[in-house]
């Protein structure tokens, strides 16, 4: 596969396989030069990656975090937690080698911080950890406060990244604490130890990834304990149905009443027509931008975006939750103009 100017899949290669538990692999993939500016990345995005099949129809598409931080590796690594009978996250945990070379789309996904001076409390179960690891690192790296992990597992042995905890531990022990939760030895996280943690780190940031009942719980206790929507950041991915890597072919049309929009991408700014009918996606492919997407159905989050200025609508939304909403996020494949004039960034 070829990377150019309109290329949106690119292909990188393992460069190490770090086995972190007995389920879990960590795959660090050097990202040539050529491409680098593409695959800049916020702390707590994702990549989405093609698992081959015997054949185009059987090939799948799956969206794993970055466990790496900008703030610190050069290289980026995805962690993959093998899932009972899961296809994809079996390939990759048992199958793929050194030197292999993954195709995936550039890093997507609305959950991150866009800044670092506020405190974390980071709530995480099993493979979860790989974004929250990417937030806390940054926080650590980049900002001056304090973060807090709440991290359950299984049992000891089922712990993600167990010694680089106790290193950031170690170094970073006036601003960062981690309180372990295993079920061998405690049951399942409950509704109350959750609302204890919140109570005791009350006003910050709450950010959650882990299996959807671990999220429901936490999710129900931040709102019970009153933590404001705005405060609440959840991930939550699905699979993807369709072939996010198949080529498309966008046009629009335009017309005299078109809105008229400011869109950053990697920094760049650049001024389009918007016509009423269509969304910002596919304003923008129509117009020649790289910008991200994998569904195109308003069912994955990675297209998202924030309205800087303006007002949109959205035709389709399973992934933004309210608190996403308050603070400005869209999905540029489902969001259509109201204003006039609209502003846009996807850069945080």
């Known amino acids: 596969m070829t990377d150019g ?9 393992i460069v190490e396989i770090i086995r972190e538990t007995s389920d879990s692999v960590s795959l660090v993939l050097d990202v040539p030069e050529a491409v680098a500016h593409r695959f800049r990345y916020h702390p707590g995005q ?19 975090s970055m466990s790496s931080s900008p703030h610190l ?22 199958e793929v080698e050194v030197g292999q070379r993954l195709t995936v789309l550039t890093p997507s996904g609305s959950f991150f911080p866009r800044a ?11 493979s979860g950890i790989t974004p929250l690891m990417s937030i806390a690192t940054s926080a650590l790296m980049g900002g001056l406060r304090d973060v807090r992990l709440f991290y359950a597992n299984r049992d000891p042995e089922s712990v993600i990244f167990a010694h680089e905890l106790e290193e950031m531990r170690a170094e970073f022990g006036d601003r960062f604490s981690v309180e372990h939760w295993f079920e061998s030895e405690r049951g399942l996280p409950s509704a109350e130890a959750i609302a204890a943690e919140l109570a005791a780190h009350a006003g910050r940031h709450v950010w ?11 999710e129900d206790a931040a709102v019970a304990a009153g933590v404001p929507a ?52 596919d304003v923008m492919l129509a117009a020649g931008h790289d910008a991200p997407y994998s569904c195109r159905e308003g069912e ?8 800087v200025d303006g007002d949109v609508a959205l035709r389709k939304n399973d992934t933004l939750v309210d608190s996403d909403i308050a603070m400005g996020l869209t999905l540029a494949c489902q ?13 945080g």
């Open 5 to 13: 100017p309109r290329s949106r899949a690119h292909e990188l290669e």
């Open 46 to 64: 994702f990549l989405t990656l093609r698992v081959p099949g015997d054949d185009a129809d059987t090939a799948l598409a799956r969206c794993y």
């Open 73 to 94: 590796d050069d290289d980026l690594i995805l962690t993959v937690k093998r899932v009972p009978g899961g296809r994809a996250s079996s390939w990759l945990c048992d």
């Open 116 to 126: 670092f001076d506020e405190d974390f409390l980071l709530v995480g179960a099993g």
């Open 208 to 218: 959650i990834c882990g299996p959807a009942p671990f999220m429901a719980v936490v």
């Open 230 to 281: 705005d405060r609440i950041h959840t991930e939550r991915y699905r699979s993807l149905s369709g072939d996010p890597f198949a080529d498309v072919d966008v046009s629009v049309v335009n017309h005299d009443d078109d809105a008229q929009v400011s869109v950053t991408l990697r920094g760049t700014t650049v001024e389009l027509a918007w016509p009423r009918s269509a969304t910002l996606l």
């Open 300 to 307: 994955c989050s990675s297209c998202a975006c924030r309205v």
């Open 335 to 347: 969001a259509v103009p109201l204003s006039e004039e609209i502003t846009v960034t996807f850069d």
